[in-house]
């Protein structure tokens, strides 16, 4: 039950400086840059992700479990220094005193009245259910399911890692040249047929694919709906809507919920996450998001 308890506190702390990272991003760039920043940065966390379970295999093979927590220690206090000598312009604060409570609120009635945030956040909200269902259960499936050997399945985080990389180099490229709309339209397709490739769980190979495509929507959808609902938020709202609308909250619930559908039927669960990304797309096409301009 200890292991338990510790995973939550430390999910619970990078949850927080997930979130303060996102605002600090935001609030540090322009609005021209944003695009440029979210492509960067997604590129250098899969660049991470494919590199990163080796570097921490090396430590912990050196200085056992307690190294890994000692570098990730090591990291936070590094990052701790570094944002504390940074210098961003602040707004004159407010004399009233602020609590929890108020800035969520605000946060939500700000959200409410935007209407191409407000949309975005459902749209990515229905989306990151489909791969919150699926992400905890994936090495349980290939294990339990289809009976992949560990080899196998080094291969396909390998191969999905890669993916991402080349999505975010793409992006990066392209992003600014393809409609807004064009692009959450495509890549909420070009998911949902990841999904579907996915589905197939007698063919390694297909199911590898399917991930890749997966893998690679995934990080380009991730940097529009961050360049998009932070280039639509003013400085002093831009905590406030962060805070509220990081759907990553639904996480711990979603897992619980697809451990009980995988006692049902494996294939059920990639069902929902189709219909989760049909969902998505519904709502970018009801709310006419797919109009959306050129990013600037």
Not at 23 to 48: C, F, H, P, R, Y
Not at 62 to 85: C, E, H, M, P, R
Not at 94 to 103: A, E, G, L, Y
Not at 270 to 287: D, E, K, N, Q
Request: hydrophobic residues 50%; aromatic residues 12%; contains cysteine.
């Amino acid at each position: 039950m200890a292991y338990f308890n510790n995973y939550f506190f430390i999910g619970t702390f990078d949850l927080i400086s997930w979130t303060g990272y996102q605002i600090l991003i935001s609030e540090s760039v322009t609005t021209a840059e944003l695009s440029d920043v979210s492509g960067k940065i997604g590129l250098i966390s899969s660049i991470q992700k494919t590199v990163g379970p080796g570097i921490s295999a090396v430590v912990v093979n050196l200085l056992n479990y307690l190294g890994g927590f000692i570098l990730d220690f090591l990291s936070f206090l590094y990052l701790a220094i570094t944002v504390k000598k940074l210098h961003i312009e602040q707004p004159t604060p407010n004399s009233k005193k602020k609590n929890i409570k108020r800035i969520l609120s605000d946060g939500i009635k700000f959200l409410i009245n935007q209407h191409e945030i407000k949309w975005m956040v459902l749209s990515f909200l229905a989306a990151n259910i489909g791969f919150q269902l699926i992400i905890p259960m994936l090495t349980f499936i290939l294990k339990q399911r289809m009976h992949v050997s560990i080899d196998k399945i080094s291969l396909l985080f390998t191969i999905s890692s890669i993916a991402s990389i080349i999505g975010n180099f793409i992006y990066l490229r392209y992003g600014k040249k393809i409609k807004l709309g064009l692009q959450l339209i495509a890549i909420g397709l070009l998911i949902t047929l990841g999904f579907i490739l996915m589905l197939d769980l007698k063919s390694f190979w297909l199911f590898l694919i399917g991930y890749a495509i997966v893998s690679f929507g995934s990080v380009w959808a991730q940097a529009n709906f961050f360049t998009i609902i932070q280039s639509r938020t003013p400085n002093k709202y831009k905590g406030m809507v962060t805070s509220t609308s990081l759907t990553r909250i639904t996480g711990p619930f979603i897992a619980i919920l697809s451990g009980i559908i995988i006692k049902v039927s494996y294939e059920l669960l990639f069902s929902l996450a189709i219909l989760c990304m049909l969902l998505s797309i519904g709502i970018t096409l009801l709310s006419k998001l797919y109009k959306l301009d050129y990013l600037k």
